[in-house]
C-alpha cells in the first residue's frame, strides 16, 4: 500500500518535471515583451479573482486555527485585499525589470579568428520549496517567469488551498498569451513524500531553492541529489575598529540592530576594539537600554557596562530577537579572526575610519556581503538595486548574497566561425 | 578492526580539511607577485627533482605493469624528461595570467547613498578527485593556487608515488616563498574510502571538481554532501543546414570528428537537413572512408551511402574512436529538438549562411557552448582566450563550459558606506 501510495507520487513528480522541461524550452526561446504580458495579465487576474483567492485562503485558515498554529503563522498565512494588491504590485515589479537572458557579453575576436563571448541564458527548471507564505507563490513564480526558468513550486500544506488558488490565476495569465501552463506548476499533494521525489528528478530539474526555516534547508541540502541555492542563517556582525568614529559606531550597530529584529541582515553580534571599548560600550547600553534590547557580553565587557553572560552558543546564535552579544576583541587581526569562525557568512560590516583596515577587512573577511561604515541591514535586492530578490545566498558556488534574476540565469559560450578549423 | 580503520581516515581527512580551510585563509589575502613567485619555485623544484620524479615513477609503472594495466593506461601514467618540462611550463603559464582574484566591478551609488559593487574571491578550499594522469596533480594545484584556493588533491592509486612526489615538489615550492605548506595536500592514502569521506568534509572544502572517466563522475556526484563542478560526457552534434555552405559543411564536419578522436568535444553525431543530404552525405562517405570512420547512419542515410545502421543507442554514445552517427532532419526545429534531447549539453555547432537560423540555433540550443560555422574542437580553454582550464562543465550552475581561473571564484558583494543607515 505505501510502496503503492509512493510509486504513484514519484509519477506524479515525473510528470510535473517532464512538463516543466518542455515548458522551459518555450520560455527560454521567447521575447521579452510576451512574458511581460503574462506577468501583467497575472496580476489583473489576482486582483479579479480576490474574493475566490481570500475564500480559498479562509480554508486554510480555518484547518491552521484547528491544527493549532500560532498567531505568528497564521499572520503569515492570511490573505487580505491589502496582501493581494500587493502581490499584484510585485508583479508588475518583475515585469518592469530588464530582461537578462539573450545578452551576449564579452564577445571577442581569438588569435585563429573565430569569435567567442558568452550568453545569458535561464537556468532551465527550478524546484522552490517553502513554508507557509502564499505571497511567495506568486514572487518566485514571477522572477522564475522573467528569467526564463519554468518552475514547480511546492509550499507548506497549511498554505494548500491558497497555492493552489494562487497557481489558477497565474495559469489562466499565462494561457491568456500562449504560453504554456506547465510554465508554472504547483505540487498539488500535501504527501511530504513528493519532496523527497523532487530532489531526486536530477534529469528534469536544474536547481532547488528552499525557503524556510534552518530545518527545511538543512533537509533539502541533505538530502537533494539537485544543485540547491540555499540560504542558512545570518548570523551577522558589527565591528566597531580603533579608529571608528563614535557617531558611525553608535548608530550603524543601533540601525544594524533594532531596525528589524526578524531579518536574516540583523546584527546580532558586536564586536569592540579593547581601545574604544569603554568609551562606547555605556552610550550603547543607553540606547539599547531604551529599546528593550537585552545585551550578552563578555567578561571584559560586563567589567564595563552591566549586562548579562555571553556563553559560547551565543556566538553561534542567530537570535531574529532583541537579543545582542557583545565580544571585546585585541583589534582587527582578532575581529577577522572571530568573523570567519563563527559569521554565517552572511554580512559582516566594519566602522573605521582607517582605510588601511577597510582594505584588509574587504579582502579577507569571507562573507556574502562585507560593508564599511554601513548598516548590515542593507544587505537586501532591493537595497544593491536587482529590483527583487527570490532569496539571499550564502552559498559560495553560483550566487552569494542576495540573488535576483541574474541568479537565475547562467552564461554559456557562443563562438562564430565562418567555416573556421582547429589546426 | 574496519571500524577503527574508518575512523582513522575519517580523522586523517578531516586533519586535511581544516589545515586546508587554514591555509586558505591565507593565500586568499596575498599579493599576486607571492602566489605567481611559488608557480615559478614549483616549476623549478620540478626541473631539479626530474631525477627522483622519474625514479618515483618507475615504481607505479612497475606496480602498473604487475596489475595488467594497458597500454594506454600506463602510457598517460609515465612521466618523462618531456612530460616534466612540459608540466613546468604550465606552471610558468598560470603565473603570467592576469590574477582574478579582488577585482571589485560594477561598484555604484546606490539612491541611499551607499555604495555597492561585487568583489571577485576566491572559493577557499576544493577537492580534486581524479584518475592516473601525474601531470594533473601540477596542473589543478597551479590553477587553485593562483586563484586563491587551497586545494585537496585526490589521484589514483595507481599514480601515488608520482603524485607525492610532485607534491612534495609543490609544498617545497611555497615553503621557499613562505606559503603554508597546506596551500596543496595529496591524500597520502589509497583507501578507497578517503574519497568517501572527502565528499562528506562539507565544513571544509567548497567545492568538488571530479576529472576522469563517467563511472567516477558519477559516483561522485552522487554521493558528495559538497556542490560539484562536473564534466560527464561530451555527445556533440554538427548540423548541416539547408542553407549551410557544401565546401565549409565538409570541412567542419571532417575536422570536428577527425582532428582528435579521444577528446570530449569531438563530434559523435552529425545531423543534415534533408535537402542537402543527397549532395554532401557522398562527399563526407569519401573523405571518412580515406581516414577509416565507420559511419552509422539512420535509415534515410542508408538510403543515400553505403554505411551501417545506426540504432537508438547511438544517439546515446560518446564514442571517443573514429565512428560517425548520421541522422537525416527535416529542418531546423527538428535539429534543435533532437540536440536537446540528446546532446550531453558540451558542445553543438550549426552549418548555415542563413542569419534567422543562426539566431534561433545560438538561442534555443541548450549547451555549453553553441557555434556557427566553427569546429566542435574549438571548445576548450585554451582557444576560449582563458589561458588554462581545469575541466569543462556540463553543468549549469555556476560555470559552464571550459573552467578557467574565473570559474574558480565567486563574486561577494563590497558595500561602502560612511554612517549610512536604513530607514
Request: proline residues 3%; contains cysteine; hydrophobic residues 40%.
Amino acid at each position: 500500500m505505501t510502496q503503492n501510495k509512493d510509486n504513484n507520487i514519484a509519477t506524479y513528480m515525473t510528470v510535473l518535471g517532464v512538463n516543466a522541461r518542455k515548458a522551459s524550452a518555450v520560455l527560454a526561446a521567447v521575447e521579452s515583451q510576451l512574458k511581460n504580458d503574462a506577468l501583467h495579465t497575472i496580476a489583473d487576474e489576482l486582483i479579479r479573482q480576490c474574493e475566490l483567492l481570500k475564500a480559498e485562503n479562509a480554508k486554510d485558515l480555518d484547518a491552521g486555527k484547528k491544527k493549532g498554529l500560532d498567531a505568528a503563522m497564521l499572520d503569515r498565512l492570511a490573505m487580505t485585499d491589502e496582501s493581494i494588491e500587493k502581490m499584484a504590485q510585485g508583479l508588475r515589479q518583475i515585469a518592469d525589470l530588464p530582461d537578462p537572458v539573450g545578452e551576449i557579453t564579452d564577445l571577442k575576436y581569438m588569435p585563429t579568428g573565430i569569435q567567442v563571448g558568452q550568453m545569458r541564458v535561464p537556468l532551465g527548471v527550478i524546484g522552490i520549496i517553502y513554508e507557509s507564505r502564499p505571497n511567495v507563490t506568486a514572487d518566485a513564480a514571477a522572477l522564475c517567469l522573467k528569467s526564463g526558468n519554468a518552475t514547480i513550486l511546492r509550499g507548506g500544506s497549511e498554505a494548500i488551498h491558497s497555492n493552489k488558488a494562487v497557481a489558477n490565476c497565474i495559469q489562466a495569465g499565462l494561457a491568456s498569451v500562449g504560453l504554456p501552463a506547465e510554465c508554472v506548476q504547483v505540487v498539488e499533494t500535501t504527501d511530504r513524500e513528493a519532496v523527497g521525489e523532487l530532489l531526486r528528478l536530477k534529469d528534469h530539474v536544474d536547481v532547488i531553492i528552499p525557503r524556510g526555516g534552518k530545518s527545511l534547508i538543512e533537509r533539502v541540502s541533505n538530502d537533494s541529489l539537485i544543485p540547491v541555492i540555499k540560504h542558512l542563517d545570518g548570523i551577522c556582525h558589527v565591528f566597531i575598529d580603533d579608529d571608528a568614529d563614535t557617531d558611525k559606531a553608535i548608530s550603524v550597530t543601533f540601525n544594524s540592530k533594532s531596525q528589524r529584529y526578524g531579518t536574516c541582515n540583523t546584527l546580532e553580534t558586536l564586536l569592540v576594539a579593547k581601545s574604544r571599548a569603554t568609551e562606547i560600550l555605556p552610550q550603547l547600553k543607553t540606547v539599547f537600554d531604551k529599546e528593550g534590547v537585552e545585551l550578552r557580553g563578555c567578561d571584559q565587557t560586563q567589567a564595563i557596562i552591566d549586562c548579562n553572560a555571553a556563553a559560547e552558543e551565543d556566538w553561534n546564535t542567530e537570535y531574529l530577537a532583541p537579543v545582542l552579544s557583545i565580544k571585546i576583541v585585541d583589534g582587527l587581526d582578532q575581529a577577522i579572526s572571530h568573523i570567519n569562525q563563527y559569521s554565517s557568512q552572511h554580512t559582516d560590516s566594519i566602522i573605521t575610519q582607517d582605510v588601511t583596515k577597510t582594505r584588509r577587512f574587504m579582502r579577507e573577511v569571507d562573507s556574502a556581503s562585507v560593508m564599511v561604515n554601513a548598516s548590515t541591514r542593507f544587505a537586501d535586492g532591493f537595497e544593491y538595486g536587482l529590483g527583487a530578490e527570490i532569496g539571499i545566498s550564502t552559498d559560495k558556488l553560483h550566487a552569494r548574497g542576495p540573488v535576483g534574476l541574474i541568479g537565475l540565469t547562467s552564461l554559456k559560450y557562443v563562438v562564430f566561425g565562418d567555416g573556421h578549423l582547429r589546426s
